[in-house]
């Protein structure tokens, strides 16, 4: 199983970015899908969450109103739609994929990619 994230980059305060993340050795719908982000000197956080169907999202507070996480089933695609970008949203961007059933766990995981906000 390979989940690649694409999309990052440098962008300055007030911009835009789009993640993507492609997982492929598994069958997508029967997965929820997160992301989750990493600063330099700090622990991993979580970011957003969306559900097998894309019926249902969960987000973390600090970019409520800001991020959007969405998937493209037909395309086994999830992205990550992020606005309004401050400094403090610069991290490593992960996402992973978490079985369908039971406690929420991420099976898998993608590699990361760096999104910089800054001018």
């Known amino acids: 199983v390979q989940l690649q994230a694409s999309g990052g980059g440098l962008v300055q305060p007030g911009g835009s970015l789009r993640l993507s993340c492609t997982p492929s050795?598994?069958?997508?719908?029967?997965?929820?899908m997160g992301w989750f982000r990493q600063a330099p000197g700090k622990e991993r956080e979580f970011v957003a969450r969306i559900m097998w169907s894309g019926g249902r999202t969960y987000y973390a507070d600090s970019v409520k109103g800001r991020f959007t996480i969405s998937r493209d089933n037909a395309k086994n695609t999830v992205y990550l739609q992020m606005n309004s970008l401050k400094p403090e949203d610069t991290a490593v961007y992960y996402c992973?994929?978490?079985?369908?059933?039971?406690?929420?766990?991420?099976?898998?995981w993608g590699q990361g990619t760096l999104v910089t906000v800054s001018s």
């Open positions: 050795g598994l069958t997508f719908t029967s997965y929820d």
């Open positions: 992973a994929a978490d079985r369908v059933g039971g406690a929420i766990r991420y099976d898998y």
